[in-house]
């Protein structure tokens, strides 16, 4: 590999909104998260349409054992949050593993994880914002579609030109919305277990053993609900990369790294848990009306279904401001280190908002597509995008694992969030990263899905390479 030599501790001291202030940056990015911001989209980060709407395929799969895929999936999670939250404490910046990647590995690494995950959020913006759409239409029948996704798409473009204070004040509540929702269900749900709510009685266990036990569709089954619940925790990563713009960006990442443990058990397994508990997990209202309106019916909650409606809506809207902020960011941060077009790069009033209406406008593309070929060219960019998410915490575990040691040489002050039990647990989550992949060969339409990913992934490595080698960089540190 083609390094340049440099320390450890001079790389953490440069935070990329330092190092955007190239030629056509114009300014550097703004503090203007509050800390209130950063705990409340750290908390409402784990709660999104994946957990509402994509857990009815993990459950359909998975049956009552989706409990235990989401607990495993919930352990690797953490483990990569630990070691993402180890490095971005030390050195917070907008472009977070990005960043990390290519001062650990080499220029080539930032580039190909960053336009990777440039990508995923671009597109899933363009299927937050029809997921949306459909829910509109549900109540205003007489609309289409496309007028609800340009609405929204307008909407949080303007929130994510505007000062960066708007999209925290959004996501602060939104993320207060659904967190709220989650926990009155989990109340709710937890009473009817104990058979405590009104006429109800303690269901026990006869819906976690009955109808064809726990594992009623064997380990294949728990497979493929493993496979469903490891993207549902897609997006955890934007925290980090908001923490670059709050006014206490080290004392923000720690905080949101240190409660992601008992985040991620209360609000996936927990809510996992008293789903299966209380309806059979075969129920057709759980493919019908999703899971948490399925159950809330079943308890005969007045107008649960709507209510429902609203936060899975909330939660999707969320989804396309949060992905759009953190697409926004990655790319500014891509292009203020070289690695795309520099007069994108400019920043005015601390946003960058070329890089906002580059990745607006992408999503707008996205949604074109959707609505033309929706079963060839939208497709094809869901799966190109499909593990994306698998590649960057690859990523993540083998830039902590490098970064750890320079850390540990030449500025072991930057520590002040570890990796539990390192290097162990790193190579754990290097090998359950690993092993997903090899579940995903298994399945046909996964099969295709990493296809495209790897295929995407290999070309823009190949660009990463010849990029470095021409500029004659390793990891980038002098140039930044």
């Known amino acids: 590999m083609n390094r340049t030599p440099s320390s450890a501790a001079a790389a953490c001291e440069q935070s990329d909104a330092v190092q955007g202030a190239g030629p056509d940056s114009g300014s550097t990015l703004s503090n203007g998260l509050k800390q209130r911001h950063l705990s409340m989209i750290a908390l409402g980060g784990v709660i999104g349409a994946g957990l509402f709407v994509g857990s009815r395929e993990g459950i359909a799969a998975a049956g009552p054992s989706i409990v235990l895929a989401y607990a495993v999936s919930g352990a690797l999670v953490m483990l990569i949050m630990r070691m993402l939250g180890e490095m971005a404490a030390a050195n917070p910046a907008s472009g977070s593993f990005s960043v ?23 597109v899933a913006v363009a299927a937050e914002a029809m997921g949306a759409a459909d829910i509109m239409v549900q109540w205003f029948p007489g609309s289409e579609p496309w007028m609800w996704v340009l609405l929204f798409m307008v909407i949080f473009t303007g929130t994510n030109l505007a000062a960066v204070s708007n999209f925290g004040e959004f996501e602060f509540w939104f993320a207060a919305l659904k967190v709220a929702a989650i926990a009155v269900f989990l109340v709710l749900g937890l009473l009817a277990i104990f058979g405590l709510l009104p ?125 759009l902020y953190g697409s926004s960011r990655m790319a500014y941060s891509l292009i203020s280190r070289g690695q795309g077009p520099a007069f994108l790069g400019k920043v005015s009033g601390g946003v960058p908002r070329r890089a906002v209406l580059l990745c607006a406008a992408f999503g707008f593309f996205a949604v074109v597509l959707s609505f033309l070929w929706p079963d060839t060219l939208f497709q094809w960019l869901l799966n190109m995008v499909g593990a994306a998410v698998l590649v960057v915490w690859g990523f993540i575990a083998v830039a902590q694992l490098r970064m750890r040691r320079m850390l540990e040489r030449e500025a072991p002050e930057k520590l002040v969030v570890k990796m539990w039990a390192f290097p162990v647990l790193t190579w754990v989550a290097l090998a359950g990263i690993a092993a997903v992949l090899l579940l995903m060969l298994r399945d046909e339409n996964q099969r295709i899905q990493l296809l495209f990913t790897g295929g995407f992934g290999v070309a823009l490595t190949v660009i990463g390479l010849i990029r470095q080698r021409a500029l004659g960089r390793g990891a980038g540190l002098s140039k930044q």
């Open 100 to 122: 990390h990647a290519e001062r650990s590995i080499g220029s080539w690494a930032g580039f190909t994880v960053g336009w990777m995950f440039t990508a995923l959020l671009c």
């Open 199 to 323: 006429g109800t009685s303690a269901p026990g266990t006869t819906h976690l053993t009955g109808d064809g036990g726990f594992l009623p569709k064997g380990v294949d089954g728990l497979m493929i609900g493993l496979l469903a619940s490891v993207f549902a925790y897609g997006g955890l990563e934007t925290v980090t990369i908001a923490a670059a713009e709050s006014k206490d960006p080290v004392r923000g990442v720690a905080r949101a790294v240190r409660t992601a443990m008992w985040r991620i058990a209360l609000f996936y397994v927990g809510s996992m848990a008293i789903i299966v508990t209380i309806i059979p997990w075969s129920a057709p209202s759980i493919a019908k009306s999703g899971p948490y309106v399925a159950v809330l019916d079943y308890l005969e909650i007045p107008a649960a279904g709507q209510v429902m409606n609203v936060v899975i809506l909330v939660a999707l809207l969320s989804a396309v401001n949060a992905n």
